[in-house]
């Protein structure tokens, strides 16, 4: 096994490092407290072709693979964990979904957009009622010539407020079950479809998540990926590749808690020598940097998998059971480090746990990761 980054790859780690440190760390204090877009740090990820990183070339993507992107959302959630979603449902969910399955006229019209960072896309699958249990569709999509017409509520909406066009989600034939749900696409501004509610969070405050409703919006009929009945399993195999990306968040989040509890272990004394010094401060960090390794080998491996084409769904789930995990212990360990200074909003490892808790929810809850896995383990 070969555990070298090629050139390209240190190259996209490199630019997405020095882009978070120069871009992203100024203002993500203040972005937080204010639960601020980062609209100009988005655009320019766009124009870094990092917003539809594994798309072809033909389609305004990148044309990297799937360890460049990893390594990149990394970096960038090390410094902003909002950013980093931001990030990660343009490209896991939106442009994978629709370079995957889109026909033609939708990658030329809205794939090649949301690739090269003029757009910005959102994925509306969970309801008030439909969260873990995804099969269980409440808004309706009913065929009427050549158009749909869509009701219904989404919540829990990442990039809801400020995307152009959202993967939805409906039901096209209550009686069939999850195989009668279909995948639409909506543009923002179509009659009928609006904000219904802007969430207060505890954490990646500067990225927006929304509650959308529908009311008789009128989608063509051109804009239905794939078949009627796809829907649902169009969402499970996009969430695969989701898991990814939220796993490399929360593991940007675990290492960022490490080197700041690092930092601060060197500098801060007591009893007349650093903090580093006393074995339970080793302890600690020793257990923190093996664990954020185990996290990152996970990851890869799940991408590895993804990007040549094999079976990868058990261990994205394991890469994102593993990784929010530990983003949530480090950021813990990060906080009992710094003592009191920890606590307060002065230093930035209190954030790092208020972003690291969401990881172990979105894109699939620990407990649903658990299913996952242990139902790929009867077909093994």
Known sequence: MNFDFTETQLMIRDTAKKFAEDELAPDSVERDEKEEFPHAAVKKLGELGFMGMMVPE???????????????????????????????????????????????????KYLKPLASGTALGAFALSEPEAGSDASNQRTIATRSGDHYLLNGTKNWITNGENADYVLVMATTDRSKGSHGISTFLVEKGSPGFSIAKKEKKLGIRSSDTVSLAFQDCKVPAENRVGDEGFGFRFAMKTLDGGRVGIAAQAYGIAEASLNAALRYSQQ?????????????????????????????????????????????????????????????????????????????????????????????????????????????????
């Open 268 to 380: 801060r004394k007591a009893f007349d020598k650093p903090i580093f010094e006393f074995q339970a401060i080793q302890f600690k960090l020793a257990e923190m940097a093996t664990k954020v390794d185990a996290a990152q080998l996970l990851i890869l491996k799940a991408g590895k998998l993804k990007e040549d084409g094999k079976s990868y769904g058990k261990a994205a789930a394991m890469a994102k059971l593993f990784a929010s995990k530990i983003a949530v212990e480090c950021a813990l360990e990060a906080i009992q480090i710094h003592g009191g200074y920890g606590y307060v909003r002065e230093y930035l490892v209190e954030r790092y746990l208020r972003d690291a808790k969401i990881t172990e929810i979105y894109e699939g809850t620990s407990e649903i990761q658990h299913l996952v896995i242990a139902r790929s383990l009867l077909k093994e």
């Open 58 to 108: 033909e389609f305004g993507g990148a044309g990297l693979d799937m360890v460049s992107y990893i390594l990149a959302l990394e970096e960038i959630s090390k410094i902003d964990a909002a950013a980093g979603v931001i990030m990660s449902v343009n490209n896991s969910l939106v442009c994978f979904g629709l370079n995957e399955w889109g026909n033609d006229f939708q990658k030329e």
